[in-house]
Each structure stands twice: as C-alpha cells, then as structure tokens.
C-alpha cells in the first residue's frame, strides 16, 4: 500500500513518499488508515507523522493500545493504533450509551456513555508495568473517571480529572488507596499516570508532574478498563462528561519519555486544529 492511494501531498501538490520530512509509507499507519476508512488528507497526514513521531521517541513499542479519535464518527474513533483489527483482542472500543463523536474526539453524556476497551489488567499489564493518559478538551469541575477499572478491593486503575468533592485530583495505578490530591484548575491537557515501581505512582499534566503517591503495592485486578466511567468489579459507574482525544495503555514511561508524549500528542492536536 502506498501513500498515493491515499492522495497525500507535499506543498507542491505532487504524491510523495515523503511529505516535511516524514515517512508516508508506514505500513503501522497505513494499517489504521485503511481500517477506519479515513480519506481526509490533514487527518492521514496526523495519523501517519504521530506514529513516526511515537516510533522516533521509542514509545511505539511501550504502548498497547492507543486511541487517537480521528475521524469524527463511532466507526473511525473505534480503532487502536496499534492493532486496527475490528476485534475484542485487538482492544477495539465498544461503545455504549451516550456519545457524542465529531472532529474534536469523543465526547460521552455522562449518565450513559462508556466505552469498553477490553484492555484487561491483569492480562495485559502487570502492577509495576503500566501507564495510562488521556488528553482532555473539556475544563469540567462535574465528579466521574475519564477512564477505569477497579475490582471489589478498588486494585485497578481509574483517573478522576475531578473527584467527588470537584476539588481534587483522584487517580490511582494499581493501588487499592485511590489517594486524592493536588488541586487541579484545569481538566484540559494531557494527563499521564504511570506506576513507577511497585510503591510509588506519579501524574503529569503536560509533561510535568503533578502529584505521587507512596503506598504498598497491590495487584493487577482480572477487569478491563472502560473510558468515560469506571467499571467497579462488574458495575460501570462513575459516568462523566470530558472529551476524549486521545487515549492509550501501555508499559510505564519514563519521565523524559512522558515529555517527548506530550510533544508527540501535542503535535497532533495541532495537526487536527483540536489543540488546547
């Protein structure tokens, strides 16, 4: 498959192999752009240059599933990166309840609206191993998880941009304490959370921490993570209203590797004119 069936042009107007530097022939790339059945020039262009930017930064191979809603429907917003096959092992979305999908991303109602991702942590991570984010348009002080899944010991792991007292932030990694803390003002930006080792779990926003958390280390729960809710054992609650555009799991990142995500995001928001 090449770049020229997708139409991609540099300033000349002519097909190339290489549009401002960057590969267009990442088979990865082409892989997702042929299943979402995108053929919108700018939004190919941000496909293809954001896993060239992940490959480049060595963050490709830690990611597991990454959602980057581009598109604007149901059927393209679906899809992970890194496995665009239409299946539940492939940690393709499913869908239920209320949801908005439009340029921006994806955006749930906050009574209904959950995505199930399949991304089972106790199978596809381990406690120490793992890292989630999420880049959030909307600045919403309403209660709920932007994504999680906890057992009936609330191992697991779920963000809370807000918590339910809407002044704090309320995240854990594989911690059965959700240890709330550190004011947030603002829901908008890339928010990351690794475990960094068994002990210790960190935040970012925007590639700068703003929080740890020191506690013992607990297990992987056998749940799977949902996005705009918190699955709780087998109950999805804890609904809210932000914005997806952007979301993965993965392995832990490392500081400097957290930066360079938020460079990458950041420059694909921007590519899609969605940035904040």
Known sequence: MSVARFGLRTRSGQV????????????????????TGITDDTQQYAI???????????????????YPFV???????????????DLDVAFRLTFSGGWTHSSTGALPNGTTGFADTFYNLSLNS????????????????LAGADFGGVDASFN????????????????????????????????????????????????????????QSTTTGNTAPNVSVVLGARRSNVTVNNYNSREHSFTYFGDTLTTTEITD????????????????
């Open 16 to 35: 190339s192999g290489i549009v401002q530097g960057i590969s267009t022939t990442d088979a990865d790339a082409l892989a997702f752009i042929s299943a």
């Open 48 to 66: 293809i240059a954001l896993v060239n930017d992940l490959k480049t930064y060595g963050l490709w191979a830690k990611m597991k599933a990454i």
């Open 71 to 85: 598109g604007g429907t149901a059927s393209t917003h679906k899809f992970n990166l890194k496995d665009p096959r």
């Open 126 to 141: 381990t406690t120490s191993n793992v890292s989630a984010g999420i880049y959030s348009r909307v600045n919403s002080i």
């Open 156 to 211: 697991g792991t779920q963000v809370f941009l807000k918590d339910l007292s809407s002044t704090t932030l309320f995240c854990a990694n594989n911690f059965a304490t959700n240890g709330s803390g550190n004011f947030i003002t603002d829901t908008r930006g890339l928010f990351v959370i690794i475990k960094e080792n068994i002990n210790s779990q960190k935040m970012f926003r925007n590639g700068t921490q703003i929080r």
């Open 261 to 276: 995500l938020y460079t990458a995001v950041q420059a694909y928001q921007t590519s899609l004119s969605r940035n904040i």
